[in-house]
């Protein structure tokens, strides 16, 4: 197929035909290269990782599952180096493009998904979501992207970066599409009530400039319109940063445990950035990981009081901003990272579904405005997010 934005692996041919009754049929999407697809090698946006393996034996479940509803696969998609990347660059196989902010990066790691939806080259995409790699790239890309509640959806046939993290995501340009590929994959689940209760995220709006939150107002006074009441409350008794700062201890330890015997048989070229993280991950030590479990475990105490009523729903910015340009330093890509983090760590730590929109723009730059749910909450999203389009 023709890929005018790089945001597909040149070097796979992977194709599945979707099955041609179905409720997804006619719909073409692409999987991130860490899906497995059998008798194809996945490549996870590393050459020496792929000249490493063989070719899959069986096929994801979640692109089995995809195919067998009547969508077509089209190819997979880059991604970030194993994943360890949140802006899209690849030095191995370049970066794909940002079809919504020109000259600047798609968002990472699922970077080749988002790329390739908001081009319209395909209807929907997968990615995976272990500190942000759907909600930041469909942020950037102005599209709908999901991290689901940890858990909801196999993650069997990928690769695991942190296990106690990692999830699947997807990403669409409108919701209409966006609930149809949720309803597929989603496993069943008792229904919720629909939530009353927007709390927006004080100290989660703190973290973005005024030109971002002047942005982001009407979006949330729009979002806002669907629930009983608004309210303004901060979740955290510290810091958002303090509470990125427990994920990053043990999505390093995790991630290092992941990978460390291949990096000690291979010694792969990697870029300085994932490099670092790398060397930065075998650095922690257990007492870090303990003090970050207990910081871990009160966070999930303080979001369970924020939930407890069960009719709450959490509004917050996706991302501090919209994409950065292509080529920033590596000093400044590590400073907003940090940022970002600080918002994606919400969901992150406590394994609840956060649902990015498109709504708005920054200086003519896309942003997204997130809806934060209560676990198992996947579904109320996406149909608040489906009432939101009808209504705008």
């Not at 099955?19 to 997804?24: C, K, S």
């Not at 970077?111 to 759907?134: H, M, N, P, Q, R």
């Not at 973005?208 to 008794?237: H, K, M, W």
């Not at 394994?351 to 730059?365: C, F, K, N, V, Y």
Request: glycine fraction near 10%.
């Amino acid at each position: 197929m023709s890929d005018p934005l790089n945001a597909f692996c040149a070097d796979s041919d992977a194709y599945l035909p979707g099955a041609p009754d179905g409720p997804l049929a006619g719909l073409t999407f692409a999987a991130k290269d860490i899906f497995d697809v059998a008798g194809h090698i996945t490549g996870c946006g590393n050459p020496h990782w792929k000249a490493t393996h063989g070719p899959a034996d069986a096929t994801a479940w979640v692109v089995r599952t995809l195919v067998n509803a009547g969508a077509t696969m089209t190819g997979k998609t880059i991604t970030d180096e194993l994943t360890r990347g949140i802006f899209g660059e690849n030095m191995h196989y370049g970066t794909p493009r940002n079809p919504r902010a020109s000259g600047r990066v798609p968002g990472g790691s699922s970077s080749g998904s988002a790329s390739a939806v908001a081009g319209k080259l395909v209807d929907f995409a997968l990615g995976s979501d272990t500190g942000g790699s759907v909600r930041v790239p469909a942020s950037f890309c102005g599209l709908y992207g999901l991290r689901p509640t940890h858990s909801r959806i196999h993650l069997d046939g990928m690769l695991l970066q942190a296990p106690s993290y990692d999830t699947i995501g997807w990403f669409a340009r409108d919701a209409e599409t966006f609930a149809r590929v949720g309803a597929i994959i989603l496993p069943p689940t008792a229904a919720s009530p629909r939530p009353r209760r927007l709390v927006i995220a004080e100290d989660a709006f703190e973290l973005v400039g005024p030109d971002v939150r002047a942005a982001l107002e009407s979006a949330i006074d729009s979002v806002a319109g669907l629930f009983n009441s608004r309210t303004t409350e901060r979740l955290s008794p510290s810091s958002l940063e303090e509470w990125s700062g427990h994920q990053q201890i043990l999505q390093s330890r995790e991630g290092w445990l992941s990978i460390k015997d291949w990096l000690d048989a291979t010694n792969p070229a990697m870029s300085f950035e994932v490099s670092d993280r790398y060397v930065t991950a075998r650095a922690v030590t257990d007492d870090q990981v303990a003090a970050a479990q207990v910081g871990r475990d009160s966070i999930i105490a303080r979001m369970n009081e924020v939930y407890q009523d069960g009719e709450t729903v959490v509004c917050l910015p996706t991302t501090v901003g919209p994409a950065p340009p292509l080529g920033q330093a590596v000093s400044d890509r590590h400073t907003l990272r940090l940022r970002n983090s600080a918002l994606t760590s919400i969901a992150g730590n406590t394994g609840r579904p956060q649902l990015t929109l498109p709504l708005a723009e920054a200086d003519g730059l896309p942003v997204g405005l997130s809806l934060l749910g209560d676990h198992g909450a996947d579904e109320q999203l996406i149909a608040l997010a489906v009432e939101l389009a009808a209504s705008l």
